[in-house]
């Protein structure tokens, strides 16, 4: 007999994730791909690099990427600031870190709180994200960063 495979019907199935803030709107990514949430520290830059990379750190031993998520959403760029993160994930097999005005919290939700994005939001890449999660005091953007972070795309971002 196979084995089941886990569906995203299961509404009671429950996701631990971490909500971060970029200019003043809430996102948020699954706990299990974060290897580790780091203070700012500027990187150096790499020339000729995508407009998101604002360049490479030392990470123990291991040169990564550092991704200004804003800019990577098409958002305006982040200016770091003593309150600034870099969330250190795994993504496909890659080590980025991703620059954030603000890490949150880290929550346990319900995958029935997770909402599609309205039809009317025409100018969002629906790729980015799994939608919406609801909460009493407002809305975070599930963000899918395996999507938006394709296998092919980041090999422009290793040093």
Same mark, same amino acid.
């Given at each position: 007999?196979?084995?089941?495979?886990?569906?995203?019907?299961?509404?009671?199935?429950?996701?631990?994730? &971490?909500?971060?803030? /970029?200019?003043? $709107?809430?996102?948020?990514? =699954? #706990?299990?791909?974060?290897?580790? +949430?780091?203070?700012?520290?500027?990187?150096?830059?790499?020339?000729?690099?995508?407009?998101?990379?604002?360049?490479?750190?030392?990470?123990?031993?291991?040169?990564?990427?550092?991704?200004?998520?804003?800019?990577?959403?098409?958002?305006?760029?982040?200016?770091?600031?003593?309150?600034?993160?870099?969330?250190?994930?795994?993504?496909?097999?890659? &080590?980025?870190?991703? /620059?954030?005005? $603000?890490?949150?919290?880290? =929550? #346990?939700?319900?995958?029935?709180? +997770?909402?599609?994005?309205?039809?009317?939001?025409?100018?969002?890449?629906?790729?980015?994200?799994?939608?919406?999660?609801?909460?009493?005091?407002?809305?975070?953007?599930?963000?899918?960063?395996?999507?938006?972070?394709?296998?092919?795309?980041?090999?422009?971002?290793?040093?």
């Amino acid at each position: 007999m196979s084995q089941m495979e886990p569906s995203i019907s299961l509404d009671n199935r429950q996701m631990e994730i &971490i909500a971060f803030r /970029l200019q003043g $709107q809430e996102f948020c990514v =699954l #706990t299990k791909i974060i290897r580790e +949430i780091r203070g700012w520290s500027p990187s150096t830059p790499v020339p000729r690099s995508p407009r998101e990379m604002l360049g490479v750190m030392n990470l123990r031993g291991v040169v990564i990427p550092i991704i200004d998520l804003a800019t990577k959403l098409e958002m305006m760029p982040t200016v770091p600031n003593e309150r600034s993160a870099i969330i250190v994930a795994e993504i496909h097999t890659m &080590i980025v870190g991703l /620059l954030v005005d $603000q890490v949150s919290d880290i =929550l #346990t939700v319900k995958a029935s709180q +997770i909402q599609a994005i309205p039809e009317v939001v025409t100018s969002f890449d629906r790729g980015f994200s799994d939608g919406i999660i609801t909460q009493e005091n407002g809305m975070i953007c599930f963000l899918n960063l395996a999507q938006m972070f394709r296998a092919n795309d980041t090999e422009a971002y290793a040093a």
